[in-house]
């Protein structure tokens, strides 16, 4: 029992306040009942907490707490709204906000970035060694 009060307590963190519930909301998409039946669909505050728990945590799909629901369905959910672009509107409407709020220099930005040489990359045009047999030293077959 303490180790499933200790998973309750650790995830109240990501837990969605309503007021940012009402915003990302809005950008989701509208699930209709299947008429083919199945099972029903997650409930959406649930499914967004589990992807927000995953985001903040770094842990597998399949390791976050039940709480949130399947991993593998989060994880479906996930995939879907990356495709249609949820997360990038997301993105833009918190940028928008923020610019309201507190303004953001859009003319000045910068963005930082390291490109280095492999240092065992060695020349580009030498020639392929046969690996295989030259690292084990073995001979080629008789047939």
């Not at 909301?25 to 649930?46: A, E, F, H």
């Not at 991993?71 to 672009?85: D, P, R």
């Not at 910068?110 to 392929?128: H, I, V, Y």
């Amino acid at each position: 029992m303490e180790v499933q009060m200790a998973v309750e307590s650790s995830s109240k963190f990501h837990q969605i306040p309503d007021a940012l519930w009402d915003r990302i909301d809005l950008l989701l998409p509208i699930y209709k009942r299947s008429r083919n039946g199945g099972r029903p669909r997650l409930p959406l505050r649930p499914v967004v907490n589990g992807i927000l728990y995953v985001l903040q945590t770094g842990c597998q799909w399949k390791a976050m707490p039940r709480e949130f629901g399947s991993g593998s369905a989060i994880h479906a959910y996930f995939q879907q709204w990356v495709e249609l672009g949820v997360f990038a509107e997301l993105w833009e409407l918190a940028l928008c906000e923020y610019d309201e709020l507190k303004g953001i220099a859009w003319k000045w930005q910068s963005m930082d970035g390291a490109m280095t040489k492999a240092p065992l990359g060695g020349e580009k045009n030498r020639q392929k060694p046969d690996r295989s047999r030259q690292a084990r030293r073995q001979t080629l077959y008789a047939h």
